[in-house]
């Protein structure tokens, strides 16, 4: 006859191997599911460059690309968007991080609100536009862009020759 304390033990593993076969199972099912959870997902490929003005990095700026054609029907109406990084480099998503943008042709707007080290995010909001009015607004955004079916490296975008031309025209 087997000691209560080898029954305890047993118990207790065959507890353990259950919680973490059903924890397993939680996972899994979970993955698959957030898989399809976005209807009309079109196939994206990579997208990265390097967005400065006046020679530096315009760190935190957010840019968001906006599709000149038309998608299928029943495709997934996501935009395209990037962050910029400390050293001015980005990577576009579209569904999930970094994962690139559909193929086709792309106007892009720069929103950018300088250097915000230290700015709380209350205030941020309160801060004045940076970049360029001619990349504020998908109407006159000069920023063109084109995806293809293959890892897209972007030539890096100096907004500097854009900033001055909005100053002129003011």
Known sequence: MASRSAIGRR????????????????????????????????????????????????????????????????????RP?????????FQVSTYTNDDGAPAGDYKATVSWKGDQEGVTSEDRAELPEQAPESVQEVRTSTLRIKVTEVDNTLPAWDLTGLQRQASNTQ
């Open 11 to 78: 118990n207790r593993c065959v507890v353990a191997v259950c919680v973490g076969l059903l924890t397993m199972a939680v996972v899994v099912g979970c993955g698959k599911s957030g898989q399809h959870a976005i209807k009309g997902k079109l196939p994206v490929f990579p997208v990265k460059g390097k967005l400065i003005m006046d020679g530096k990095p315009m760190a935190g700026a957010t840019i968001i690309f906006y599709p000149t054609h038309e998608f299928p029907d029943g495709a997934a109406k996501q």
């Open 81 to 89: 968007r990037a962050t910029v990084d400390t050293d001015g480099n």
